[in-house]
């Protein structure tokens, strides 16, 4: 295998999170300059976020939001964080939101956290509870704490927890 940054290597996205850690105001402050420094075309700078801590008002309007199968394990997260973007360029404003994402994600990873990112809840209903400006669109959710304990997970998700990583060869990726 070739050489990969450890911070890129040991990233993964679980479903288990600690249920009673804390995301602090150092890590939360860490994680959104993180994603505040990712490339931008143009520099738009095109990405919003709303971060809640675990039983805050925030976090209880997003957990809400999500579907019910999600519920079951981000309930435990330090935090959720709507990931959203203004209006504008659909597909370039969610290209650098992305990009926001995994500079978060990487960051997260250095401070010993994870992240696992959720593209399935209400939309319109989050926008709406959270109040977002018009024009101001949720994309994304991602929950972040540290690892928890996989076993105390439901059955269905113990076993895609702890099943092996596996991702396409490179050749498969590459077109032509």
Known sequence: MVHLTP????????????PTAELTGDEAASLLEAARWAPS????????????????????RILVSLTGADQRWARHAAALLVGAHVAGDP??????LGQSIAHLSVQATALG??????????RAALAADLDLPTGV???????VGPLGDPS??????????????????????LLG
Do not use: M
């Open 7 to 18: 911070l890129l290597a040991f990233r993964w996205s679980p479903r288990a999170f600690h």
């Open 41 to 60: 075309a143009g520099n738009a700078q095109p990405w919003r976020f709303a971060l809640g801590r675990r039983d805050d008002e925030t976090w209880k």
């Open 91 to 96: 597909e370039r404003c969610a290209y650098d």
């Open 113 to 122: 956290l994870h992240v696992r990112q959720i593209r399935d809840f209400d």
């Open 137 to 143: 669109r949720p994309l994304v959710v991602t929950a």
């Open 152 to 173: 105390t997970l439901p059955v269905d998700l113990l076993r895609r927890e702890t099943a092996l990583r596996r991702r396409h060869p490179v050749h498969a990726l």
